[in-house]
């Protein structure tokens, strides 16, 4: 197996085992098994635990941007409200097909593990950004207004995702079930109808 394909399987066997058991009950051998390869092959590729980790968090957002902006971004015209809605929906998409992320994802408050930190500042950093950018460039095509405080409805709209995120598609609870399409139709007219020109 080459070594990017073999570093893949180990990272997504972790994602398995991190949103089964949680980081601190995660041991490497946990891994190994699922991935079913031995100690020595995992050190090729990651020094300990917690550089898989790391792994993790940034193949997390790498394949969220790919999933939701860029294939999304194609010929994007700032003042259809189709296209809005569409980044809504294709990111709550690629949380209901990578349930383990929304398992993971909530595990690593402030506070989890200072190693962790300057990750997790960045991932959300990131994320922050591409939403901020997203309401900048509606202002700028007129689509929304321009009276509205960027950074504050960006920050509601990320909390209230990952938040939506995990009890639909990864909690227990037992609430009442609702499709992508009702869920992103719900969050885009609470959180963007109000910022429309």
Not at 1 to 20: C, D, H, L, P, W
Not at 80 to 86: F, K, L, Q, S
Not at 112 to 140: C, H, R, W
Not at 143 to 156: Q, S, T, V, W
């Amino acid at each position: 197996m080459k070594g990017e394909t073999r570093k893949k399987q180990i990272i997504n066997a972790s994602i398995k085992q991190f949103a089964k058991l949680g980081y601190h009950r995660t041991h490497i051998e946990n891994v190994l098994k699922e991935a079913k390869i031995g100690k020595g092959t995992f050190y090729i590729y990651f020094k300990n635990k917690e550089d898989l980790f790391v792994a993790v968090l940034e193949k997390f957002f790498f394949d969220w941007e790919e999933f939701v902006l860029v294939n999304s971004d194609e010929n994007a015209r700032y003042d259809d409200e189709n296209y809005h809605r569409n980044v809504v929906k294709r990111s709550l998409t690629f949380f209901e097909k990578n349930k383990d992320i929304c398992n993971i994802y909530p595990c690593i408050a402030p506070g989890f593990n200072e190693f962790f930190e300057p990750y997790i500042e960045k991932f959300e950093s990131k994320i922050l950004q591409d939403v901020t950018n997203l309401l900048k460039k509606g202002v700028a095509a007129g689509f929304y207004r321009n009276d509205f405080d960027i950074e504050l409805i960006a920050n509601i709209f990320v909390g209230a995702h990952m938040r939506i995120a995990y009890n639909y598609f990864a909690s227990k609870k037992k609430i009442k079930r609702l499709s992508v399409d009702q869920l992103s139709d719900q969050l885009y007219n609470f959180v963007f109808k109000g910022i429309h020109a």
